[in-house]
């Protein structure tokens, strides 16, 4: 069974840092791109960054580019989230991804809580 379990999440200041961590088991994630999206109330959810499995393309969404900052430990399967210079239009429930660059298949995280006081 594939279970992406998050988490670091919690309450920080604006301008503060958080690191979430997304512990990856079940299955090789080789072929698989791992990411984190992000879902504020009301909204709908929204892609944040990801990095292929070589650790080599890494992608942002333009509202994070510059203060987050995504790795991966492959031995570990554990994807990371550094998140500084945090805004209070950062808070939102942050979602692990694993999504296959084979076949159209996605496992999600169950989500962990991020949010940002002004």
């Known amino acids: 069974q594939v279970q992406l379990v998050e988490s670091g999440g919690g309450l920080v200041q604006a301008g503060g840092s958080l690191r979430l961590s997304c512990a990856a088991s079940g299955r090789t994630f080789n072929n698989y791109r791992l990411g984190w999206f992000r879902q504020a109330p009301g909204k709908e959810r929204e892609f944040v960054a990801a990095?292929?499995?070589?650790?080599?393309?890494?992608f942002y969404a333009d509202s994070v580019k510059g203060r987050f900052t995504i790795s991966r430990d492959n031995a570990k399967n554990t994807v990371y989230l550094q998140m500084n210079s945090l805004k209070p239009e950062d808070t939102a429930v942050y979602y692990c991804?694993?999504?296959?660059?084979?076949?159209?298949?996605?496992?999600w995280g169950q989500g962990t809580q991020v949010t940002v006081s002004s």
């Open positions: 991804n694993a999504r296959s660059t084979v076949v159209a298949r996605d496992y």
């Open positions: 990095i292929s499995w070589s650790g080599g393309s890494l």
